[in-house]
C-alpha cells in the first residue's frame, strides 16, 4: 500500500428521504423534511490479492465517459451532463434515485445529497476521529432497467462547493449499475474500486495536471498496475514475515548491542540509491521547473540576506574579526558542500542568531583571559567538531525518538522570537541615535559625539543644525562628520522600509488563499514573496527616498583566508575550548536534529527517508573547515528549512466550518535548488559592496520578521495560544478540540509557554557566560515532556495533543 493511502479508509454515506405525501401538513408547509443519514466503513480495494479491480479499470477506462475541465459546478448539473453522455434513455430515473427530492424544488442539490456516495478519510487517533478527502466524489446508483455497468468521470475546471464534507470538489465520479448484478461487480464494489484510486493525493495531483484525456487514462492505469504490484509485493513480505515468526526465526535485537557507525551505514544505504534521482526530480514533472525556479530564488535571498544581516552582527559583537564577507564564504562552503555530499538535500544550513551569541561569548572571554580570537575560535569549532563525529559514530541522534511535536515548536517559536529580537533591537538603536539623538532636543551643550556608530555613514547636518554645528565647531570639539545629527526622517523610514518588507511578503505568501487571480498566478506569486519584498522595498528605500540617510552594513575587502594559528594557545585554554566546544556540540546537535525532524515530518510525504546520522557527520566535517579558517559556523536551521520543503511541494486545500487546512500531496526531494542558490551567494561576492548596500538594514530586519511570520504556519503551540484570547465559537474544529477538555488544552499549553521563557531567560540573557548554559537548556526539554508533563496530563490528551501524526 503506497504512503500516501496506508493510513486512509472509505466511507460510504447513504441518505434517506422522507417523501411521503401523507406527512403532517404542517411540517410540509413550513418546508421540514426529516433526512437520515448513515456511514459505512469501507476498506480499500486489494488491487494484489483480488482479480475485479485492475479488470474494471482497464474495461472502464475504454468505455467510460471522461469529461475535463468542465465549467458547471453543481451535482445535478453534473449528473446531467454525465448522462446526456451515458445512458440518455434513464436520466430521469438516475436522477430520481441519485437526489433527495424536496418538494417546492426539482431536486435538492445544496448538499451532496446523493442517495449513496463514497468519500476517503484519513483518521486522526485511536478514538476514530477523522477527517475527509474533500476534492472528489463518487456518486453511486443501482437501475433495474440498466443492462450493464457505466462509469463517468468529470475533472471541474473550478473547485466546487458541494456540501458539508466536500467543499473543494475537483473530481467527480458517477457509477451507474444493474440492480440485479453479482456482488463483486455492483455499484458499490465498482464505485469503491475508482474510490481507492482516488484516495492517494498524488495520483489526484497528476489527474488535475494531465492535459489530454488519453494522459488522464494513461496516468490511471498506470498508477493501477503499480498499486497492483505494490500491493503484491507487500503480501509476500508479510506473509514471509509470519513464517519466520512461527517457525521462531532470530530477531534483530542483537544487532542493537552493537551500533557502532550502524546509523550512519543505514542512512547512506537508504539515500544513496536516491542520489541521482536527486537531480533528476528537480527537472522532470508537471510545474517542477517552476517551483525549482521560484524555490531557488527564494532560498537566495532567504540565506543571502540573514548572511548579510548576522554578519552585521558579528562584525559588530567581533569588532570585525568576523564581518559580512566571511559570513558569505562560509555560507557558499558550507552550503555547497551539504548540498553534494549530505543526506537530506531539503535541509539548509545557516548560521543562526544562538551561533552569533556563542560567537560573542567567545570574544568576551579571549578579552578577559588576552587570547588571539582566531586560535580560540578554531579550537572551540574543532572540539565541538570531535564531539559531533562521535555523536554521528555511536548513533546519538536515536535519542531524538524522544523529541516530539511539543519540543519542536517550542524550538520553532523560539527561533521566531529570535528573529523578532533582532529586528526590534536594530530599531531600537536607530530610533537612540536618529530620533532621539541630543541635536533633537536644540540644547547644543548635550550634544554627544558618537564617532564609531557612525563609521559606516557620512552625515552631513541639515539647515536646522547649522547653529549647533557652528558652535561645536568653534569649540574646537568635533569634526563635521562626528556630530550626531537629529534624523528623524530616517527612523521613520526605518519603520516603513521594516514593516514594508513585512507586510508585502506575508500578503503574497497567503495570496493562494484569496479569490483573486488565477490559481497558477496566486501560486506563483506566493512562491515569489520574498524576491518581490525585498526588492521593491530595497528600492524606495535607496531610490524613492535618496536624500534621506538610511543605514546600510559596512564592508571590508581584506583577505578571509587564514589559518587559525592554534599554537598561540596554552594547553588551560585548550581545555577551557574543549568545555566551550561539547557546550556548543550540543547546541548543534538539538539544532540540527530538531530541524531535521520537522523537515522529515511524516506530513510532508517525503519517500526517500531521513539521514540523522549521516548528516550530522557532514556538518562536523564542515564544522572543522570553518573553524581552522576562522569563517562562521552554520548548521540545519528554521524556518529555512520547512520553508524549503513547503516551497517544493504541492498542496491540498481542504474546508471544515470556515478555516482552510493545506495539505501536502507531495514534495520534489531534489538537491538542484540548494545547490543553485548557494552558487549565485558565491557569485554575490562580486556584488560586494555595491550594489547589495543598497539593500538597507531596515530591509534585513524586516526580512527577519517576515520569517518569524511564516515559520508560525502550522505551529500548533502558536495556534493555542491564539486560543487563549479567541472565542470559542470561533474555536477550529480540529482533532485536539474535539478529543481533549478545554481545560487541558490550556495546561498543555502553559507547560509549553514555561519552558519557552526559560529558553528565553537564558537565550536573550545580557551576561555572556549565562549564554553557555543554552545548549543544555535545550537539551532539558526532551525529560521534561516525557517526566514532568505526564504527571500533569493524562496520556490519552497527550497523544492527541502531541501525537506523531497529528
Aim: hydrophobic share 45%; charged share 20%.
Amino acid at each position: 500500500m503506497s504512503a500516501s493511502t496506508s493510513d486512509r479508509a472509505l466511507v460510504s454515506t447513504t441518505i434517506i428521504a422522507n417523501d411521503n405525501e401523507d406527512d403532517d401538513d404542517e411540517v410540509e408547509d413550513e418546508g421540514l423534511h426529516l433526512i437520515t443519514c448513515t456511514l459505512q466503513r469501507l476498506p480499500l480495494k486489494d488491487f494484489g490479492a483480488e482479480v475485479r479491480p485492475a479488470v474494471d479499470i482497464t474495461q472502464f477506462l475504454q468505455q467510460s465517459v471522461l469529461l475535463l475541465d468542465v465549467t458547471e459546478n453543481s451535482p445535478s448539473d453534473l449528473v446531467d451532463l454525465l448522462l446526456s453522455r451515458m445512458v440518455p434513455s434513464v436520466a430521469e430515473e438516475a436522477k430520481m434515485i441519485l437526489f433527495t427530492h424536496d418538494t417546492g424544488t426539482a431536486y435538492r442539490i445544496s448538499s451532496p445529497t446523493a442517495g449513496k456516495t463514497i468519500q476517503a478519510t484519513c483518521t486522526t487517533g485511536d478514538s476514530g476521529t477523522f477527517d475527509y478527502d474533500q476534492s472528489w466524489i463518487c456518486a453511486l446508483c443501482n437501475l433495474p432497467t440498466l443492462t450493464r455497468r457505466h462509469v463517468g468521470i468529470v475533472r471541474l475546471k473550478h473547485p466546487a462547493n458541494m456540501g458539508h464534507t466536500c467543499h473543494e470538489v475537483r473530481l467527480f465520479v458517477l457509477v451507474l449499475c444493474p440492480s440485479k448484478e453479482k456482488g463483486t461487480k455492483n455499484a458499490l464494489e465498482t464505485g469503491r474500486t475508482f474510490a481507492t484510486l482516488l484516495a492517494d493525493m498524488d495520483l489526484r495531483q497528476r489527474l488535475l495536471e494531465a492535459r489530454t484525456e488519453d494522459e488522464f487514462k494513461r496516468i490511471l492505469l498506470k498508477h493501477t498496475q503499480e498499486l497492483a504490484e505494490e500491493q503484491a509485493i507487500s503480501i509476500r513480505v508479510d506473509h514471509g514475515s509470519a513464517t519466520r515468526l512461527s517457525t521462531g526465526g532470530e530477531s534483530n535485537e542483537g544487532e542493537k548491542l552493537c551500533r557502532f557507525g550502524q546509523g550512519i551505514r543505514e542512512d547512506l544505504s537508504r539515500r544513496l540509491p536516491h542520489y541521482i534521482s536527486d537531480y533528476k526530480d528537480g527537472l522532470t514533472g508537471v510545474k517542477t521547473p517552476q517551483k525549482v525556479l521560484s524555490t531557488t530564488l527564494f532560498l537566495y535571498f532567504a540565506c543571502i540576506l540573514p548572511a548579510i544581516a548576522f554578519g552585521v552582527l558579528n562584525d559588530h559583537n567581533t569588532h570585525g574579526k568576523i564581518d559580512v564577507k566571511k559570513v558569505i564564504i562560509g555560507q557558499t562552503i558550507g552550503g555547497l558542500f551539504f548540498f553534494v555530499f549530505g543526506g537530506q538535500p531539503l535541509l539548509i544550513l545557516l548560521t543562526t542568531a544562538p551561533l552569533s551569541l556563542y560567537i560573542k561569548v567567545i570574544y568576551s572571554i579571549c578579552e578577559d583571559f588576552q587570547l588571539d580570537f582566531y586560535a580560540m575560535y578554531g579550537c572551540v569549532g574543532l572540539w565541538s567538531s570531535f564531539f559531533l563525529v562521535l555523536y554521528s559514530l555511536f548513533d546519538v541522534s536515536r535519542l531524538m525518538r524522544w523529541s516530539t511535536r511539543s519540543t519542536e515548536e517550542i524550538f520553532a517559536l523560539f527561533i521566531s522570537i529570535a528573529f523578532c529580537v533582532d529586528a526590534f533591537r536594530d530599531t531600537v538603536k536607530n530610533f537612540q541615535e536618529n530620533y532621539n539623538a541630543p541635536s533633537c532636543k536644540g540644547d547644543p551643550a548635550s550634544l554627544a559625539v558618537n564617532v564609531s556608530s557612525k563609521a559606516n555613514r557620512v552625515d552631513t547636518p541639515t539647515a536646522a543644525n547649522n547653529s549647533v554645528v557652528a558652535y561645536l565647531l568653534s569649540q574646537g570639539n568635533a569634526s563635521v562628520s562626528e556630530i550626531v545629527e537629529c534624523n528623524r526622517a530616517s527612523s521613520l523610514l526605518f519603520l516603513l522600509l521594516m514593516f514594508g518588507t513585512v507586510w508585502i511578503g506575508v500578503s503574497l505568501y497567503n495570496f493562494n488563499k484569496t479569490p483573486y487571480l488565477q490559481a497558477g498566478k496566486r501560486e506563483a506569486l506566493a512562491d515569489y514573496s520574498l524576491p518581490v519584498a525585498v526588492i521593491t522595498l530595497s528600492f524606495v528605500g535607496s531610490y524613492l527616498f535618496q536624500d534621506v540617510t538610511v543605514e546600510r552594513f559596512r564592508y571590508d575587502d581584506k583577505n578571509v583566508f587564514m589559518v587559525a594559528p592554534l599554537e598561540r594557545l596554552s594547553w588551560l585554554a585548550v581545555l577551557g575550548a574543549m568545555g566551550m566546544g561539547f557546550s556548543l556540540s550540543l547546541l548543534f546537535f538539538m539544532d540540527q536534529n530538531i530541524t531535521s525532524a520537522m523537515v522529515n515530518n511524516p506530513c510532508n510525504k517525503l519517500k526517500k527517508g531521513p539521514a540523522y546520522h549521516w548528516d550530522l557527520f557532514v556538518v562536523a566535517l564542515v564544522t572543522a573547515f570553518l573553524s581552522l579558517f576562522g569563517l562562521p559556523w552554520m548548521h540545519a536551521t528554521l524556518p529555512h528549512s520547512p520553508l524549503h520543503v513547503r516551497g517544493l511541494a504541492d498542496v491540498e486545500e481542504r474546508v471544515d466550518q470556515g478555516h482552510v487546512y493545506e495539505i501536502i500531496v507531495k514534495v520534489r526531494e531534489t538537491r538542484l535548488t540548494g545547490m543553485i542558490s548557494h552558487f549565485f551567494i558565491g557569485l554575490s561576492l562580486f556584488l560586494l559592496p555595491y550594489p547589495l548596500a543598497y539593500i538597507p538594514t531596515a530591509v534585513l530586519d524586516g526580512l527577519f520578521l517576515y520569517m518569524a511570520v511564516t515559520a508560525l504556519n502550522g505551529n500548533q503551540m502558536f495556534e493555542r495560544i491564539t486560543l487563549l484570547f479567541m472565542e470559542q465559537a470561533a474555536y477550529p474544529p480540529n482533532h485536539y478540540i474535539r478529543r481533549v477538555p478545554q481545560r487541558k488544552i490550556h495546561q498543555f499549553t502553559g507547560c509549553q509557554v514555561t519552558q519557552l521563557l526559560v529558553m528565553c531567560l537564558f537565550g536573550f540573557a545580557p551576561w555572556a557566560y549565562m549564554k553557555m548554559v543554552f545548549p543544555l537548556i535545550i537539551l532539558f526539554l526532551l525529560p521534561v515532556r516525557h517526566r514532568l508533563v505526564p504527571q500533569l496530563i493524562e496520556g490519552r490528551f497527550l497523544e492527541a495533543l502531541d501525537g506523531e501524526h497529528q
